[in-house]
């Protein structure tokens, strides 16, 4: 397709589970940035990937967050032990370059920790 | 650091009534400064953009002017239409970073009656 894709559009899990959200940006696009969006916290950036370099993960809120990009392509966002806080839409953009700085948005994975 | 500051809802008018959505910004360096509109049920989509000083963003009737001496991105719209009902998010990019991440206001909650 031509846009962002995620996957799954929904997820419902039990505390404690652990849980895999998928992400597949624009072809082309170097930059991936995963974002969460809470009711609570409106947007927040979690993680940025770019090219082969190391990811930025300076927006990660504990270590049970991870996140990796394969072949420079598909993003994998891992939450561990999962807890009701991480209840939240997650969001994965891309764009062709950061300086540029246009994002186009996926249409997120809505989350529920039960 | 970088954020921004946005006027909370929720907003509502009647159909072709004047909008206005304010918003303001603090930037370490050269912010690129956007509006998303996210619609029920939709992903973010990118309404308008200006990347510097004075620049006019503009797009489905919307305008919003980049104003470095106040700070500010404002939103406008001179007639709106119900099919402007969405939240409304103003943002920012830093270009003197080349992290590229958005810095996103709290969201304006927008309901236009017919």
């Known amino acids: 397709g031509a846009g962002v894709s995620q996957s799954p559009s929904n997820k419902v899990t039990e505390k404690g589970k652990d849980v895999e959200l998928r992400c597949d940006p624009i072809?082309?696009?170097?930059?991936l940035y995963w974002y969460r969006q809470s009711l609570g916290q409106g947007l927040e950036f979690l993680i940025y990937?770019?090219?082969?370099?190391?990811?930025?993960k300076s927006g990660l809120p504990s270590d049970r967050f991870s996140a990796e990009r394969t072949g420079g392509s598909v993003s994998t966002l891992t939450i561990q032990r999962t807890q009701q806080e991480d209840s939240a839409v997650y969001l994965c953009?891309?764009?062709?370059?950061?300086?540029?700085?246009?994002?186009?948005f996926g249409p997120g994975t809505r989350l529920t920790v039960l | 650091g970088d954020s921004v500051t946005q006027m909370e809802g929720p907003v509502t008018l009647s159909e072709e009534a004047f909008l206005t959505i304010n918003c303001t910004y603090t930037?370490?360096?050269?912010?690129?400064l956007f509006w998303y509109v996210q619609y029920p049920g939709e992903g973010l989509q990118l309404l308008l953009k200006?990347?510097?000083?004075?620049d006019k963003g503009s797009n489905k009737g919307f305008e919003a002017t980049y104003r470095k001496e106040t700070t500010s991105f404002h939103l406008e719209k001179g007639s709106v239409q119900v099919s402007d009902s969405a939240v409304y998010f103003c943002?920012?990019?830093?270009?003197?970073?080349?992290?590229?991440?958005?810095?996103f206001g709290r969201g304006t909650q927008l309901t236009v009656w017919p």
């Open positions: 953009a891309s764009s062709l370059d950061p300086s540029v700085s246009e994002q186009f």
């Open positions: 072809s082309g696009h170097t930059a």
């Open positions: 990937f770019q090219g082969n370099s190391a990811p930025d």
């Open positions: 930037a370490t360096g050269y912010p690129s």
């Open positions: 200006a990347t510097k000083a004075d």
């Open positions: 943002a920012l990019t830093d270009r003197g970073s080349t992290l590229g991440r958005l810095y």
